[in-house]
T-cell receptor
Framework: KQEVTQIPAALSVPEGENLVLNCSFT??????LQWFRQDPGKGLTSLLL?????REQTSGRLNASLDKSSGRSTLYIAASQPGDSATYLC???????????FGKGTRLSVIA | EPEVTQTPSHQVTQMGQEVILRCVPI?????FYWYRQILGQKVEFLVS????????KSEIFDDQFSVERPDGSNFTLKIRSTKLEDSAMYFC????????????FGSGTQLSVL
């Protein structure tokens, strides 16, 4: 059964710092991996989707990498801003007919 | 930008009562989902729906739960007899083409069962 773990659970950084959020998954036979952003009391916003054949995806200041063989993904946020403060969720879709499996998230606070 | 709309944003109900959570997916999307998140826990899959039938469901989605697409726009989740442990944020999501496409989530319905 696929398990997704995110470390750290919470992170606080000063504005302008570059940072890395980590995601690991136990079964490397994945179809794709998505990173979501969740604001308090709000829904989930898809940030980046990496297919199993891809190594990374970029969107603005965000870069997500995927190392399927080691069961790891990272989300890199460059030049962090207070508006980046949110919970970041990693979710994996397996190759079989199984649903999206989420990690518990990393709660990010960017301090001005 | 098109978005998934959920109503109500908050629902308070007594244990044993029926609730219906409503969702309007993005209009050209074909795959619909319900997920839930109990406070402090992971987002969990409940059910997926395609071509007017359930395509996958989790162990959570027992016979107290049902889904329906009553017309061309709405997608509903019904809980027949709510329990305290059903208290959670319920998210509706949709995707355009097929399983594996980017999911678009609604802002959720916070269900509180008293």
């Amino acid at each position: 059964k696929q398990e997704v773990t995110q470390i750290p659970a919470a992170l606080s950084v000063p504005e302008g710092e570059n940072l890395v959020l980590n995601c690991s998954f136990t079964d490397s036979a994945i179809y794709n991996l998505q990173w979501f952003r969740q604001d308090p009391g709000k829904g989930l916003t898809s940030l980046l989707l990496i297919q199993s054949s891809q190594r990374e995806q970029t969107s603005g200041r965000l870069n997500a990498s995927l190392d399927k063989s080691s069961g790891r993904s990272t989300l890199y946020i460059a030049a962090s801003q207070p508006g980046d403060s949110a919970t970041y969720l990693c979710a994996v879709l397996d190759s079989g007919n199984t649903p999206l499996v989420f990690g518990k998230g990393t709660r990010l606070s960017v301090i001005a | 930008e098109p978005e998934v709309t959920q109503t109500p944003s908050h629902q308070v109900t007594q244990m044993g009562q029926e609730v219906i959570l409503r969702c309007v997916p993005i209009s050209n999307h074909l795959y619909f989902y319900w997920y839930r998140q109990i406070l402090g826990q992971k987002v969990e899959f409940l059910v997926s729906f395609y071509n007017n039938e359930i395509s996958e469901k989790s162990e959570i989605f027992d016979d107290q739960f049902s889904v329906e697409r009553p017309d061309g726009s709405n997608f509903t989740l019904k809980i027949r007899s709510t329990k305290l442990e059903d208290s959670a944020m319920y998210f509706c999501a949709s995707s355009e083409w097929e399983r594996g496409e980017k999911l678009f989530f609604g802002s959720g319905t916070q269900l509180s069962v008293l």
